[in-house]
């Protein structure tokens, strides 16, 4: 007997055989038990999860000599006949061959006439969209009135593409993608049966290469299998589909984690010479990254995986806003990828933007004494004669400062002293820097927010504020906030204020400059104001 591929081996013949789908399964089963039965049925789904399937069962169910019934008896000579594709009263057309409106006039001549050996004359068209628009007004007018012993069941991949006229003429059932979970329950058990011996790893990338198509995941089993000699192994199932180690993966984890750019060039360099695809490569990066996210935020989402050593300990190796910006970074980069000039080049540019771009830690720089008007960078000089374009106000971000290794306090600290010393940072910085200090007794500390910022304030944010003054002064100290309008600048108001100073100053130094005027005059020059910057 010549081998059977296992797609057609393993094809379901009963609705208690198949796999998934049971949203659509129950609704079938309960209008074939209780005769509630329409006359048109449409299945909808990507490639390999069913529809053709599903439709066969039901001309089974239909069909069958002992009776309609959701169980089929399988032994009669209709079901044996529909399995083996030969039953006369079940027509199957695949539409993508018979587009012409002939070829649908042709099909229809005989509906009106009685089932020669079945019950119901059963009507399967598969990928039905790819009907022209005659054929279709063809099939509308049967399909809107059939005779009381035909059924149409339609099959498509894209729904979109079929006339509203249609869509209403029908049930509709919406088959879904399967689970990488539920393909390799399924694959375990064909492997089973088949007496294949498999390892977890080579099971779980079939399962994931088979892009919730079970078709698709039974074809690449086959060919797994083919290619181990008789067995299914992790590695060669994934020379196989040209996937990579994940280990790879997880050395540039940890060598981001360890600020290693030499090692994680070497990585990049070990999976060139692999010949490895190199967006391939990204896509794992990102899973890999996306799990250990998970494990950060949520940690018992993952409690059903079998390999989550590795990631759990990345997990504590890198913070979870490196985690966020990397993710973010590597989306953008499979956007670029395919247009660097060479795959490699450009997936280097992405691992060197995750090493090299950390998020900003926001501190308030100290506001108290006097400051010397700064010097300014050199400004752009332009030899348009247009005229100078105004500089357009805006509020600078919070400037970082260095926390102090030792704190020194007198008792009579600012406010914004106070925050340098807190050693505050991203929300919590931003919320302290728009309150201003109304009072304070002992360790007692009354602020005052701006009702601008007044989304800053949670009951969260309070207590960690509450517990960094606890750090700084002790387990007695205790916060009181109310919102209410201020007398006097915040620290954000009064760093922004100052930062405009500086650059007002460093303005006036480039306008003072005699060579900016020489330049000016010579060539008829202006000052791009823009491009002043004032030094630090």
């Known amino acids: 007997m010549s081998y059977q591929v296992l797609a057609r081996k393993w094809r379901p013949r009963s609705f208690g055989t198949m796999v998934g789908q049971e949203h659509v399964l129950r609704a079938l089963i309960n209008a074939l038990d209780n005769d509630r ?17 599903v439709a066969r069962i039901f001309a089974k169910s239909l069909n069958c000599e002992k009776g309609v019934s959701a169980n089929p008896c399988g032994q009669c000579s209709a079901c044996r006949e529909i399995d083996e594709g030969r039953f006369i009263d079940l027509i199957e057309v695949d539409a993508a061959s018979r587009t012409k409106v002939e070829d649908t006039r042709e099909l229809l001549e005989n509906v009106q006439y ?11 068209i598969d990928e039905v969209h790819m009907l022209s628009t005659h054929s279709f007004n063809a099939l509308l007018k049967t399909l809107e009135e059939p005779p009381p012993h035909v059924k149409f069941l339609l099959a498509t991949t894209d729904p979109q593409k079929l006339p ?24 375990e058990y064909v492997l089973a049966q088949e007496a294949v011996p498999a390892e977890a790893g080579a099971i ?12 698709d995941a039974l074809s690449l089993l086959d060919q797994a299998i083919g290619y181990g000699g008789g067995k299914l192994g992790e590695n060669e199932v994934r020379v196989m589909l040209g996937t990579i180690d994940r280990s790879y993966v997880y050395r540039m984890l940890q060598c981001l984690a360890d600020q290693d750019g030499n090692s994680l060039l070497q990585v990049v360099d070990n999976l060139a010479q692999q010949g490895v695809d190199f967006s391939t490569v990204l896509a794992e990066l990102l899973s890999q990254l996306h799990r250990i996210a998970l494990l950060q935020a949520v940690p018992q989402a993952l ?31 499979r956007r670029d990828l395919p247009f660097a000039p060479e795959m490699r080049g450009g997936f280097e540019m992405i691992v060197l933007r995750m090493l090299l771009f950390r998020p900003l830690d926001l501190k ?14 050199p400004a752009a000089v332009s030899a348009s004669p247009s005229p100078v374009r105004p500089v357009p106000a805006a509020a600078p971000a919070l400037k970082t400062a260095p926390v102090p290794t030792t704190v020194t306090m007198t008792g009579n600290e600012s406010w914004p002293e106070l925050i340098v010393k807190l050693g505050l940072q991203g929300m919590l ?21 701006s009702p601008q910022h007044v989304s800053l304030r949670s009951k969260a944010q309070e207590q960690r504020l509450q517990e960094a003054l606890q750090k700084l002064f002790g387990q007695d100290s205790r916060l009181v906030m109310t919102v209410g309008e201020l007398a006097q600048e915040t620290p954000a108001l009064m760093q922004q204020r100052q930062a405009s100073d500086r650059q007002q100053s460093a303005v006036n130094a480039i306008a003072d400059d005699p060579n900016v005027q020489r330049i000016r005059e010579t060539f008829n020059a202006q000052v791009v104001k823009e491009s002043i910057q004032p030094i630090d």
Request: charged letters at 20%.
């Open 37 to 53: 039965l329409h006359h048109a049925y449409l299945f909808t789904g990507t490639r390999g999860v069913g529809k053709t399937t």
């Open 114 to 124: 009685s089932p020669t050996r079945g019950r119901y004359k059963v009507y399967l």
């Open 164 to 187: 509203a006229t249609i869509l209403s003429r029908c049930l509709q059932f919406s088959l879904r993608r399967m689970s990488p979970e539920l393909i390799a329950g399924h694959l």
């Open 204 to 215: 779980r990338q079939i399962a994931a290469a088979a892009d919730g198509s079970m078709r």
């Open 303 to 333: 409690d059903h995986a079998t390999d989550h050593e590795i990631p759990a300990n990345l997990a504590k190796a890198i913070s979870p806003e490196d985690v966020q910006l990397y993710y973010q970074i590597g989306l953008n980069g």
């Open 364 to 377: 308030v720089m100290p506001v108290a004494g006097a400051r010397t008007a700064p010097a300014a960078k």
């Open 429 to 449: 910085l931003q919320l302290a820097s728009n309150c201003v200090m109304t009072g304070r007794e002992g360790n007692t500390f009354r602020l005052m927010l």
